[in-house]
């Protein structure tokens, strides 16, 4: 394969502006709400046996009941979201557990939803369907990928983060490793 060709990297898109792309732009919807194989992108789907940052040896079925159940509230976290589908935790979050510390949200995304979701990607995600997203890059096609959010910025602490942003960044090391011969 030569090195340093030329790809098109993988792009978010923010759920709002989903609608105004060329009609012929690839577009990737992996919220949980899509189709499959690409429902199973969320951080919702049960996947199981993901393990719990700063918890050795504790596992998850899905990446957002690893969010979800080391939030903080009230002092406390949930590990039972760690078992089956889960929603959305009420109260307002002091932060997140990470072993024995207290995160606030910017470094909890870093530590614990970036590196839950990325070992998902690696270890429970079909991998022809990464190929064939890195392939298209690689093939030079430009690609959309939203979930439900609008935030792909990982410093906004203001409106969750969208786990698009995480598989975008993902993806694009992986092209930029294969364009390198890496």
């Known amino acids: 394969m030569p090195k340093n060709r030329r790809y098109s990297p993988c792009l978010f898109l923010p759920y709002s502006q989903r609608g105004m792309l060329a009609k012929k732009a ?3 919807d992996v919220s949980s709400y899509a189709d499959l194989p690409y429902c199973t992108l ?19 079925d899905t990446v957002e009941g690893i969010w979800q159940g080391l939030k903080v ?3 406390e976290v949930a590990t039972r979201y760690f078992r089956g ?11 997140h557990r990470y072993a024995d510390q207290l995160l606030k949200i910017v470094e909890a ?5 970036r590196v839950a979701y990325e070992w998902t990607l690696i270890h429970r995600v079909d991998a022809q369907l990464l190929e064939g997203f890195v392939e298209q890059a690689l093939a030079g096609h430009s690609q959309y990928f939203h979930d439900v959010s609008d935030n792909g910025n990982i ?12 598989l975008v960044q993902f993806l694009n090391r992986l092209c930029s490793r294969r364009n390198n011969g890496g």
């Open 26 to 28: 690839i577009v990737h």
């Open 42 to 60: 969320s951080p919702m789907w049960v996947h199981g046996g993901i393990p719990v940052p700063g918890m050795p040896g504790v596992t998850s």
């Open 73 to 75: 509230i009230r002092g």
């Open 85 to 95: 589908s889960c929603g959305k935790r009420g109260g307002k979050p002091a932060g």
């Open 109 to 113: 995304r870093e530590k614990i939803y």
């Open 155 to 166: 410093g906004n602490p203001d409106e969750g983060w969208a786990h698009a942003a995480v």
